[in-house]
């Protein structure tokens, strides 16, 4: 399994494309035009970290290319892709919402999404930063998305953040961090 990091131009958010087998996965989605040369054969499907508008500009473009491409997010998330003030795109001069939902698919905390074969993703709810955050366990690999950037205070003062769940939750990520990689929701400025 390889994971290849893009940084979007939207506040150097990450996207990540996980490959193996000749297949890819995507965890969240920035610019489509960076995305598509790390993909290696089929895209599989798209992981969200969380909906916020920075991890999720890039969904629709990408399901106009990859028709019928399921996304997996928790409750939280599929409001949050469906309304710009929860996504806090409105904020940002740029609304945002999901054209089709047909093709989400909602998971619950603890619940697994087969990638590849034998190979599984494990979402485990990690709220704090925003109600939707699930932080994805692969293998010996975590994307944790903005639950819990290595090196970075965790940002609660958000709408929807709760201070004491992100405490809570980074407890949590870092016992799962403590044998994985950390494959986080946004690189440093450069
Ligand atoms: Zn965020």
Redesign the pocket.
């Known amino acids: 399994m390889e994971v290849r990091q893009i940084v979007n131009s939207l506040f150097r958010?990450c996207s990540y494309v996980i490959v193996h087998d000749g297949a890819s996965w995507l965890v969240d989605c920035g610019d489509v035009d960076k995305i598509l040369p790390a993909i290696v054969g089929p895209l599989k499907g798209v992981l969200l970290?969380?909906a916020?508008f920075?991890?999720i500009y890039g969904l629709n473009q990408l399901a106009e290319l990859i028709p019928s491409l399921p996304v997996f997010t928790n409750e939280p998330g599929l409001e949050a892709l469906l309304n710009d003030k929860l996504n806090?795109s409105k904020y940002n001069g740029d609304p945002f919402v999901l054209i089709d939902t047909t093709n989400v698919h909602l998971v619950e905390n603890g619940e697994c999404v087969d990638l590849f074969d034998g190979i599984k993703a494990e979402a485990v709810f990690t709220p704090g930063?925003?109600p939707s955050?699930v932080t994805w366990m692969i293998d010996d690999i975590i994307l944790t998305?903005?639950s819990f950037i290595p090196g970075v205070k965790t940002?609660t003062n958000?709408p929807l953040s709760d201070k004491a769940l992100a405490a809570k939750s980074e407890v949590l990520i870092r016992e799962l961090a403590a044998h994985r990689t950390v494959y986080a929701?946004?690189a440093p400025e450069v």
Do not use: F, K, W
Request: glycine fraction near 12%.
């Open positions: 958010s970290t969380h916020h920075d991890h806090l930063h925003n955050c998305g903005d940002v958000l929701g946004h």
